[in-house]
C-alpha cells in the first residue's frame, strides 16, 4: 500500500474551498464525547511510543526535545496542546495549530542512520495525526464497550477535521475507517523501527521522573514503581504484535491475563463515574490552554 506524500498545491480557488470546510470538533459530536475521555490517558506512553518509532518523528524528539530532562511538563505541554485543538474552538484551535507548525518548521537534520529529515515531513506529521486517531478507539475498547461502526464512522470523520485544522491535506487522509485502519497497518509494518528515542520512552517508563523535584523520596519510590508497572504493562501490552517483536518487547501469557485484570478494574471504576465527568481532565486543560492564551 503506498503511503501519503505532499500533494501538488491546490489552485487558489480550490484552497479557498477547502479552507471553508476546516472546522474544529463542536461540543456533543463523537470526537468531543469520545477523544478526552479518561481512559484515554493510559494509552498516552503507548501513543508516544508509536510516535517516536517513526524514524522522522524519533530523529526530531532527539535532536530537539526536552522529553528526558523535563518529562512532566512537555506531558502537559503536549496534553494542553491536543486540547484546544478539540475542546477550545475555532479560533483557538486553528490558532494552535498554526503555531505548532511554526515551531516545528526549523526542526531539521540528519538522523542517526545519515538520513536527513525535517519534522514538518508530510509523512511523519500524518502519522502522529494517526496515532491520535487510533488511541482513543483503542482505549475505549481495552478498558471500556468500545464505539459502534457508526460511532467509529462519525469518530474518524471528525478526526479527518480535526487531521485537517492541523494542516494535513485531505488527499492525504484515509477517506473511511476501513481504509485508515490498512494504511495504519502499513505505516506499523513498514515504517516503524527502533531508534534511540524508542529507548528513552521505554528508559523513562521504567523509572519515571519525580513530577515535582520537591517530593520525597520515600513517597516518590513505591508509586513510581506502580506507576512503571503498568505503564509498561498497558504500553506493550497494546502494541501492535509485530511492532512490539522488532522492539525486542517481550510479551507472556502471564502478562496478557495481568492486564485483563487490569482493564477489566479499569471498566468497573469508570461505570461508576457518568460519561460527561469522564471528560472533566480533558475540558480543564483546555480552559487552562485558553487562559494562557488571553
Do not use: C
Amino acid at each position: 500500500m503506498s503511503r501519503p506524500s505532499d500533494p501538488p498545491a491546490a489552485p487558489p480557488a480550490e484552497r479557498a474551498e477547502n479552507s471553508a470546510r476546516i472546522r474544529a470538533p463542536r461540543r456533543g459530536e463523537v470526537v468531543w464525547r469520545r477523544f478526552g475521555d479518561i481512559r484515554g490517558t493510559l494509552m498516552a506512553p503507548q501513543l508516544l511510543l508509536l510516535q517516536v518509532a517513526h524514524p522522522v518523528v524519533g530523529a526530531g524528539v532527539a535532536d530537539h526535545s526536552n522529553f528526558r530532562a523535563e518529562p512532566w511538563p512537555r506531558l502537559i505541554r503536549t496534553l494542553l496542546s491536543l486540547t484546544t485543538v478539540v475542546y477550545g474552538g475555532q479560533e483557538a484551535a486553528t490558532a494552535e495549530a498554526r503555531r505548532l507548525r511554526r515551531m516545528h518548521a526549523g526542526m531539521k537534520g540528519t538522523d542517526a542512520a545519515g538520513r536527513p529529515y525535517r519534522a514538518l515531513d508530510p509523512e511523519a506529521y500524518h502519522w502522529v495525526h494517526a496515532t491520535l486517531v487510533k488511541g482513543p478507539v483503542d482505549a475505549l475498547t481495552v478498558f471500556g464497550r468500545g464505539m459502534s461502526e457508526g460511532e467509529l464512522e462519525e469518530y474518524y470523520r471528525g478526526m479527518r477535521d480535526v487531521g485537517r485544522v492541523w494542516g494535513l491535506k485531505e488527499r492525504q487522509l484515509p477517506p473511511d475507517w476501513p481504509s485508515f485502519l490498512a494504511y495504519y497497518d502499513d505505516m506499523v509494518t513498514h515504517r516503524l523501527e527502533y531508534n534511540a528515542s524508542v529507548r528513552d520512552v521505554l528508559a523513562e517508563l521504567a523509572h519515571p521522573a519525580k513530577p515535582f523535584n520537591r517530593l520525597p523520596d520515600p513517597l516518590w519510590t513505591p508509586v513510581a514503581r506502580l506507576v512503571a508497572h503498568y505503564a509498561l504493562l498497558v504500553t506493550v501490552g497494546t502494541l501492535p504484535p509485530v511492532l512490539r517483536e522488532r522492539l525486542h518487547l517481550s510479551w507472556s501469557p502471564r502478562q496478557e491475563r495481568a492486564l485483563r485484570r487490569f482493564a477489566r478494574a479499569v471498566r468497573v471504576l469508570t461505570a461508576l463515574v457518568p460519561p460527561p465527568l469522564r471528560l472533566t481532565l480533558a475540558l480543564v486543560l483546555a480552559r487552562r490552554a485558553a487562559g494562557r492564551s488571553t
